[in-house]
């Protein structure tokens, strides 16, 4: 298998991932164990997010972007559609004589997740914490990989250390997905040299992933024990999303089909991602206990589409906007 693939499904690899991460946020109800444990691992979205956020920086530094370019091209993607989602969920959220103004700035600007472990839209100010460090440490690997590496991997250390020495465990939930972002990097580096994986190496990373999966039921099982914590599955995550996204293009590249639905979901995930666990909450406020669909699986396919269709608008709505701002600087 060539790694090129990667790049070649990314979009329908982020597709996936928004599925995932919708069935964690879902209101199934895990009626058995299967269940359960599938939406338990939804959130693993996020680490294929990641992943192939890592895998996209590094060819966006092979066009060689000033710092300027490359933070103003991120904040110009994420920023816009995070702070008008967020501002009309704050609004619909709160009455607005009862707001809390700091609270609500840290809200808008993602403070609360730093200064508060929030984890309310946390992936937003994660992202662009990779995206700060990622000019830094492509600086370092263009000269020296195992270096750069290293210096980062000491950091990651210290950092996990630190939360430890202070008993908290609020910050796991992004410093157990540094590894997948830095490693989506260096699968960029593979493919852009065109290296390739054999049948052997492929297998190899099936029975990783099974051993991450079979480690993520023994964790989810032992859960009520005391040595046992929840933050716990974003670290084993990193052995069960990487080989994922490997094997899932793999089996994509034999199929020789598009995937169209994925490949749609994949260019609006930012958007699914901000509405869909807020819309979901408000609808299901509203509408209350679904009498014939007592696990919830059609309910939330249904909202699922629904979010799907709104995000697809509000996404046109501010490229539109986003086009004629640029447009008119250019002038």
Known sequence: MSMELISKYRTQLMGMAILLVALFH?????VNDGIGFLCFLGDMGVDIFFLVSGFGMYYTFLKKPTLKQFYIKRICRIVPAWFCINLVVHLLENNISDINWITFLKGMTGFNFWLDGSLYYWYIPAALMFYFLTPFFMRMYEVDKKKAYG??????IILISVCLVIHTTKYFI??????????GIWLGDLAYHKKKLSNRNLFFLAL?????????????????????????????YLVIAVPLCIIVCALLDKTNYYFPVLYFLGGITLEIYLLHEFMLRRITKWIGYVPFDSIG???NILIFL???????????????????????RRE
Do not use: C
């Not at 992004?174 to 490693?183: A, M």
């Not at 629904?306 to 008119?328: C, M, R």
């Open 297 to 299: 699986i059609l309910y």
């Open 151 to 156: 210096i980062m991997g000491g950091i990651w």
């Open 306 to 328: 629904f979010v799907a269709g709104v995000s697809y608008v509000v996404h046109k709505v501010l490229g539109k906007i986003a086009n004629k701002t640029t447009q008119k």
């Open 208 to 236: 990783v992933m099974v051993f991450g999966v079979a480690a993520e039921f023994f964790l989810k099982s032992n859960l009520d024990k005391s040595y046992m914590h929840y933050e716990y599955k974003y670290l084993i």
């Open 174 to 183: 992004f410093l157990f997905r540094f590894p997948v972002y830095f490693i």
């Open 26 to 30: 879902s209101s199934i109800n895990p």
